[in-house]
């Protein structure tokens, strides 16, 4: 059959290089426009990768001059810089620690049980999640103002506790709802009280669940601008830092700082994926 | 101990409550004091008093008419950008992705890893006035020579669009990932066209991930001023930016606190009548 169907006899047609790569556009436009898409997508990632490597001649961060790693060897340099980063950690670890500690809690009792207010319960965490983060802000702004609380660390503490607990329920529960309840009725037979069976049994085995909500509010904590500029007073986190410095020109460093932190959260979703395609039986579905 | 074996029942609110208590504390409780905030007048100086004033909202609804309507054209635009953008994304993504879908679907959100502040400050770079992306317009005439795409509301609304792109994106995705599509594939044995079997087929299916995409991508987006703040001049402001410098650089908190809750009073409106204008039963599908 591979000798017969050799187009030997076909006249070869005269076809423009113009004319095949419209064809092949027209054959693969989805997979172009994806492939565009991604690329769009990157595009100022890329930039502010590269810019990290640039050597500004003068206080803006703009045209390209010339390569250098000299930000990258003192990422903290510009003043009040190491500062704003290590309150953005501390205010990250505390918020997150917390949001996930409560969130957990919430999660495990709307998926477990059935009880009065259980509707009202899901519409005070969903809300938060849809209301725009300057009435947020705002709002809470307000509470602090009327009550006389100082601003500082401790408001902008409390401001990201309230908005990662909404997301840690939502991420705890997903991790919930598949959960093979068996597997606990079974050490309880096998006589394990509650709590042993929570340590033991529950809490590994939701555990996938409570790293991912823990790590989405670490995410969203280090990157929060508009909540927390409503609720910092004169302390600096990494993203008030930022926006201090963007109208006279924002230091390379800042470029490194985004960088370095965009590359540990990709390693953290490459290895999550990679775990999970390890985990995934062949042809199981996900 | 023996006390939560007799009383069962205790034991979910007993979760619940560290958790409820906190966001009762410091998300309805604010609220309330928005609002009581929107109904007073004063200085830093004499301080401020409740004394029902309510043209903090009859001032602010005529002095920023203008910001508002911005506000909801800016994100009314971007919103529709980022699902023209995003459909045929997602759809690539689900439906061609095979098992490279994960690894496709880190793109979209890689973004969210960038700070916000610092990808926005990149795109002023990529729209800046000696940047490529001007020259190339210049180059085949889209903009004139002296035009420019930095501070102007194409450089805003660009900048939206980016930014809640993933909010759009991910629904989207969800929503056509769950497709059957031996149900596509029945429509074409139906004789149906590739593109009527995507009307009628397709696309209804996919409108769970649509409708929560528009709603994820515009609400965000019309409380912005980041974008409009880096990207724009206050000739672009929206309600956010004036929000923004009323708390914080003005302190005028009153009118402040009055536009903050009319922000949130039109955008509970525009989800209703949007919900309704769709019908909720697909966003529960």
Redesign the interface.
């Known amino acids: 059959m591979t000798a017969a169907a050799e187009p030997r006899a076909l006249p070869r047609r005269r076809v423009s290089p113009l004319t095949k790569a419209w064809a092949f556009v027209r054959r693969h436009t ?2 172009v ?2 492939i565009l ?2 690329a ?6 890329a ?2 990768v590269i ?1 990290s490597f640039n050597d500004p001649a003068g206080r803006y961060n ?2 390209w001059e010339g390569f250098t790693t000299k930000h990258w060897a003192h990422p903290f340099g510009p003043p009040f810089l190491g500062d704003a980063v290590g309150t953005s950690i501390k205010v990250g670890v505390i918020a997150t620690i917390v949001s996930v ?3 957990t ?2 999660a ?2 709307l998926v ?2 059935h ?1 009065r207010g259980r509707g009202a ?1 899901n519409l ?2 969903f ?2 999640l ?7 802000g ?6 602090f ?2 009550l006389g609380t100082a601003l500082g660390f401790w408001t902008i503490v ?2 990201h ?2 908005f990662c ?2 997301f840690v ?1 939502v991420t705890v529960r997903a991790r919930l709802v598949g959960f093979d309840r068996h597997v606990e009725e079974a050490a309880m037979d096998l006589g394990a009280n509650e709590y042993v069976t929570f340590y033991r049994i529950t809490l590994p085995l939701i555990a996938p669940g409570i790293l991912a909500g823990a790590l989405l509010a670490f ?1 969203l904590s ?2 929060d ?2 909540i927390t ?2 609720n910092s007073g004169t302390t600096q986190t ?2 008030l830092y ?2 201090s410095q ?1 109208q006279r020109g ?1 230091p390379a460093e ?2 490194v700082i ?1 960088t370095m ?2 590359a540990v ?2 390693v953290l ?2 290895a999550n ?1 990679l775990f ?2 390890r985990r995934t039986p062949k042809g199981a579905v996900a | 101990m023996t006390f939560l074996h007799r009383h069962r029942w205790l034991t979910p609110y007993l979760l619940l409550a560290p958790g409820v208590a906190f966001l009762i504390l410091f998300f309805v409780v604010p609220l309330y004091y928005l609002g009581y905030t929107s109904l007073q007048e004063g200085t830093v100086q004499v301080g401020y008093t409740f004394n029902w004033a309510w043209d903090n909202y009859s001032n602010a609804i005529s002095r920023y008419r203008e910001q508002f309507f911005r506000s909801l054209e800016y994100a009314g635009i971007a919103t529709l950008a980022a699902l023209l953008i995003s459909y045929p994304l997602t759809y690539w993504i689900a439906f061609r992705g095979g098992r490279w879908k994960n690894l496709l679907l880190l793109f979209i959100i890689a973004p969210f890893f960038v700070t916000y502040l610092i990808r926005t400050l990149a795109w002023q770079n990529i729209l800046a006035d000696d940047g490529f992306v001007l020259n190339a317009l210049q180059f085949v005439g889209l903009v004139g020579d002296d035009g420019r795409i930095l501070a102007t509301s194409t450089a805003v609304i660009a900048g939206i669009t980016y930014n809640f792109l993933p909010f759009m994106a991910l629904p989207l995705y969800v929503s056509l990932e769950q497709i059957d599509t031996s149900l596509i594939e029945a429509a074409k044995d139906l004789y149906a066209s590739s593109t009527k079997a995507f009307l009628r087929v397709t696309l209804p299916l996919s409108m769970p991930g649509v409708i929560a995409g528009t709603l994820l991508t515009f609400i965000p987006a019309a409380g912005d001023f980041i974008n409009a703040e880096l990207l724009g001049t206050p000739r672009q402001a929206m309600i956010g930016n004036v929000i923004q410098s009323k708390f914080l650089e003005i302190t005028d908190y009153g009118q402040a606190a009055a536009l903050s809750m009319i922000l949130m009073v039109v955008i509970l409106a525009l989800i209703v009548a949007y919900t309704r204008l769709v019908g909720t039963e697909r966003l529960a599908g």
Request: hydrophobic letters at 70%.
């Open positions: 989805l997979t426009f994806g898409a991604l769009y997508l990157m595009l100022p990632i930039i502010v810019f703009y045209t500690i409560l969130g809690l919430v495990l009792a477990r049980y009880f319960t005070l965490i809300v938060p849809t209301a725009p983060e300057i009435v947020l705002a709002s809470l702004l307000t509470l103002l009327n409390i401001a506790i309230m607990i909404s329920v995410s280090i990157d601008f508009v500029s409503f990494f993203p930022v926006w963007a924002v800042v470029n985004g932190i965009f959260a990709i979703m490459v994926i999970q395609w």
